[in-house]
T-cell receptor, first 109, second 115 residues
Framework: EDQVTQSPEALRLQEGESSSLNCSYT??????LFWYRQDPGKGPEFLFTLYSAGEEKEKERLKATLTKKESFLHITAPKPEDSATYLCAGSGSARQLTFGSGTQLTVLP | DTGVSQNPRHKITKRGQNVTFRCDPISEHNRLYWYRQTLGQGPEFLTY????????KSRLLSDRFSAERPKGSFSTLEIQRTEQGDSAMYLC?????????????FGPGTRLTVL
C-alpha cells in the first residue's frame, strides 16, 4: 500500500528564518511527487510536480527537491504570508494521489 | 475564473438525509477526481473518472456513495442516508491525460456537516 509521511507536523518560524519540510514516501511505480499549499477552509493549491530523483523546482521562496525515498520543501527567508499547511502527495501505478497529513507552517512577524 | 468550481460551498444536513454535490472541472481536462478531507488530515481518494468512465473507486466509497460524470464534463457526488461520520470537506480535482502528467488542480471544496 502506498504511504506518504510528512514531518514535522507543525513548524513555527520567525520571519526570515529558513527551514525545510520533509516528505518520506513509499509509492509503487512513482509517476510524480507533488507539493500543494492549503490555506484554512480552502482547497489545496498546486505548487510543484517532481518526476525523478535529483530534480529540483523553485518558485519564489520555495524550492522542492526529490530523492529516491524523500522530498524536501525548502523555504528561504519566509514571510508571514507563507503561513499555511503544506501537503505532499505521490502518484503511482494508480492515478490517484496519496497524501501525507501535512506540515502546518506558521511564520511569525 | 477558469479553475475548478464546486457547489455548494457549505452544506448542513440532518442524519439520514441525502445530499448531492457538484463539481465543474477545468474545461479542457478529461480526468476528474473526488477526495474527502477531515480535520488535520490530508485528502483521501474516493473515485476517479476519465471522460465519462468511472475507472477507480476507493474502499472508502461505501454503497451509500455514488458519483457520476454523465457527459464527461461536470460530476456529481451523492451521499445517501448521511451519517455523522460523513462530516468532512469534499474536494474535487481535475487533470488531463494529454501530457503524461498526473498533476491535479483542486476546487475550493464543499464542507459537509451532518447533525
Amino acid at each position: 500500500e502506498d504511504q506518504v509521511t510528512q514531518s514535522p507536523e507543525a513548524l513555527r518560524l520567525q520571519e526570515g528564518e529558513s527551514s525545510s519540510l520533509n516528505c518520506s514516501y513509499t509509492v509503487s511505480g512513482l509517476r510524480g511527487l507533488f507539493w500543494y499549499r492549503q490555506d484554512p477552509g480552502k482547497g489545496p493549491e498546486f505548487l510543484f510536480t517532481l518526476y525523478s530523483a535529483g530534480e529540483e523546482k523553485e518558485k519564489e521562496r520555495l524550492k522542492a527537491t526529490l530523492t529516491k525515498k524523500e522530498s524536501f520543501l525548502h523555504i528561504t527567508a519566509p514571510k508571514p504570508e507563507d503561513s499555511a499547511t503544506y501537503l505532499c502527495a505521490g502518484s503511482g501505478s494508480a492515478r490517484q494521489l496519496t497524501f501525507g497529513s501535512g506540515t502546518q507552517l506558521t511564520v511569525l512577524p | 475564473d477558469t479553475g475548478v468550481s464546486q457547489n455548494p460551498r457549505h452544506k448542513i444536513t440532518k442524519r439520514g438525509q441525502n445530499v448531492t454535490f457538484r463539481c465543474d472541472p477545468i474545461s479542457e481536462h478529461n480526468r476528474l477526481y473526488w477526495y474527502r478531507q477531515t480535520l488535520g488530515q490530508g485528502p483521501e481518494f474516493l473515485t476517479y473518472f476519465q471522460n465519462e468512465a468511472q475507472l477507480e473507486k476507493s474502499r472508502l466509497l461505501s454503497d451509500r456513495f455514488s458519483a457520476e460524470r454523465p457527459k464527461g464534463s461536470f460530476s456529481t457526488l451523492e451521499i445517501q442516508r448521511t451519517e455523522q461520520g460523513d462530516s468532512a470537506m469534499y474536494l474535487c480535482a481535475s487533470g488531463t491525460s494529454l501530457w503524461g502528467t498526473d498533476t491535479q488542480y483542486f476546487g475550493p471544496g464543499t464542507r459537509l456537516t451532518v447533525l
